[in-house]
């Protein structure tokens, strides 16, 4: 009984001595068949003795290539690409109406019409342009090649 007491208080001297800083932290990945052969071929080349050192060697060490999208900028350049499939349709309209109004109106009233229709096509043209020079420098600042 006095052995059991004496015990009580000392830890077992028995088995692995308990690491500083224990790696309690796991992270699983699933591969499919090509990037498990590629990931195989890395790992031989690396020279490393265990997987999981050659990953957290990978992932820690390596610098990664981080590239941020912004989704406002991408939509924005969607719809501002968008604007010209409807130029070219409000074209086609234009080509119509001309053909109209030279056919069902006289050469004057036809003239008076067409003035006003040309005027907003020139602005429409002006705005079309500073559009894509918008795009242009939209596409440069924010999308990685």
């Not at 010209?84 to 409000?90: A, L, T, V």
């Not at 109406?97 to 109106?105: F, I, P, T, Y």
Request: aromatic share 8%.
């Amino acid at each position: 009984m006095k052995k059991e007491n004496q015990n009580i208080g000392r830890k077992s001297k028995a088995g692995r001595k308990p690491k500083a800083n224990p790696a309690i932290y796991r992270c699983d990945i699933r591969l499919n068949e090509t990037d498990n052969c590629k990931f195989e071929t890395l790992f031989e080349l690396s020279g490393f003795k265990y997987r999981g050192h050659f990953i957290k060697d990978r992932v820690l060490n390596t610098p990664l290539k981080i590239i941020e999208v912004d989704k406002t900028i991408s939509d924005y350049i969607i719809k501002l690409s968008q604007i010209r499939s409807q130029i070219r349709g409000i074209g086609n309209n234009y080509n119509q109406v001309l053909r109209l109004l030279k056919e069902q109106l006289g050469e004057r009233k036809a003239l008076r019409y067409l003035y006003r229709l040309e005027q907003a096509m020139i602005e429409l043209v002006r705005v079309y342009k500073e559009l894509e020079q918008q795009l242009q420098n939209l596409e440069t600042k924010w999308l990685q090649k």
